[in-house]
């Protein structure tokens, strides 16, 4: 298992930019997909983003809806990081973001396929 930790959340108005990112431990970080999650106040954690290894298509994405289009998922594997570029926030977009890995080749959008988890960083979309 790897080990999340999150970084680069804050308050930022509407229309603007944040960059996540993630750092992860361990030796493997190339062989894992990767996710981000987000939950918000009296929601379910809901999908994200998710990026495969980079031996899975190349490391393909996929987003869902809501932020495809606004937000870019990628990663960087020579220094284990995961990143989440967030444009043009939203409030709707407030929430706890969450990075995940799960230990194999191909992306996932399922919470349960992920077995390793950050303690997440707060994003606050002020309108």
């Known amino acids: 298992q790897v080990q999340l930790v999150e970084s680069g959340g804050g308050l930022v108005q509407a229309g603007g930019s944040l960059r996540l990112s993630c750092a992860a431990s361990?030796?493997?970080?190339?062989?894992?997909?990767l996710g981000w999650f987000r939950q918000a106040p009296g929601k379910e954690r809901e999908f994200i983003a998710a990026v495969a290894s980079i031996g899975w298509t190349g490391g393909s994405t996929y987003y869902t809806a809501s932020v495809k289009g606004r937000f870019t998922i990628s990663r960087d594997n020579a220094n284990n990081m995961l990143y989440l570029q967030m444009n043009s926030l939203k409030p709707e977009d407030t929430a706890v973001y969450y990075c995940?890995?799960?230990?194999?080749?191909?992306?996932?959008?399922?919470?349960?396929?992920?077995?390793?988890w950050g303690q997440g960083t707060q994003v606050t979309v002020s309108s």
């Open positions: 995940a890995a799960r230990f194999a080749n191909s992306w996932s959008n399922k919470e349960s396929d992920f077995g390793s």
């Open positions: 361990g030796r493997t970080f190339s062989n894992y997909a």
